[in-house]
């Protein structure tokens, strides 16, 4: 895989892997819970693994191509940011619209 390709191919798992403690009422999408609702506390949290995994697969395909270059404080801000800011599609769905219940 081309080095552009992984560049494209994490940022489109990024804005899946944001949006998705927003998008459902289950644990990582997997795992059922005893409530019906998540809580934002359980939202937040997963958003934080996920970022981690996300990470991690992003290491995984700088490994492949060639040296891991040295990270400091400043990337993981940036990079936190960005993935608050594209988990604010599934937040402004699940928190700010109206769902009409039948």
Not at 11 to 38: I, Q
Not at 68 to 74: D, H, L, S, V
């Amino acid at each position: 895989m081309s080095q552009s390709a992984s560049v494209w191919l994490v940022l489109l798992v990024a804005l899946v892997a944001a949006n998705l403690p927003f998008l459902n009422e289950r644990l990582f999408g997997l795992f059922s819970l005893r409530s019906a609702h998540k809580l934002l506390a359980v939202r937040l949290a997963e958003l934080v693994v996920l970022y981690f995994l996300v990470g991690a697969l992003g290491l995984l395909f700088e490994r492949r191509v060639g040296q891991i270059a040295p990270q400091g404080w400043e990337f993981y801000a940036v990079s936190g940011s960005l993935f608050l800011v594209l988990a604010f599609p599934g937040f402004i769905w699940r928190y700010l619209i109206k769902h009409h219940r039948s």
